[in-house]
């Protein structure tokens, strides 16, 4: 492996700043930081920054857009050795749970009243969604789940995963995001079973 070229180095270290960005956002918020603030905790220089983004508002939506392609990739990959539709699901509902556990309830406050970040969740949960119905169809076509309308099952998936991520099931049963997940999946999986 010879060293790096410096694109490749450039790239790197920008997915390193990303990762760091998205890990103090996750943990503490991002509306009371200032750019000089960002600057000082993640040990770089304003105009680091500002080659990753032209504004803080820039930034964090970059950063939003980041942090969910992330948890994309380690959610397919979680399942992407599963075999059968259940086991699916479940898997999927589950990683999608730990990938959002590290969120706490400042980002998530946050997140939602920012309208570009909101925007990225948001275009998120449908996708992670379509995913849960793309997950059902398979099921379907072997023959593992009943025939359902599994557009039906996505939509009502989609909606208890924005309220699991706006903190609402939290807020009204005690259960954490991951036991969320995991009862939806489990209540899904037993409605649409044969």
Sequence with gaps: ??????????????????????DLFLAEGFVQFTLDEMAGRLRCSKSTLYTLADSKEQLVRSATVHFFRRATDEVEARIAPVDGARKRI?????????????????????????????????????????????????????????????AFAADLTATVMARIQQRGVRTTTGLDDADAYRELAAILTSGIGK
Excluded: K
Excluded at 3 to 16: K, N, V, Y
């Design 1 to 22: 492996m010879g060293t790096p070229l410096p694109s490749e180095f450039a790239t790197r270290r920008r997915l390193e700043l990303f990762d760091s960005i998205v």
């Design 90 to 150: 479940v898997g999927y509902l589950d990683a999608v749970g730990a990938a959002l556990a590290p969120a706490s309830d400042r980002f998530m406050t946050d997140l939602n009243a920012f309208a570009p970040a909101r925007e990225v969740y948001e275009r998120n949960t449908r996708m992670a969604a379509e995913r849960v119905q793309e997950l059902i169809d398979e099921g379907v076509a072997a023959g593992e789940f009943r025939s359902v309308h599994a």
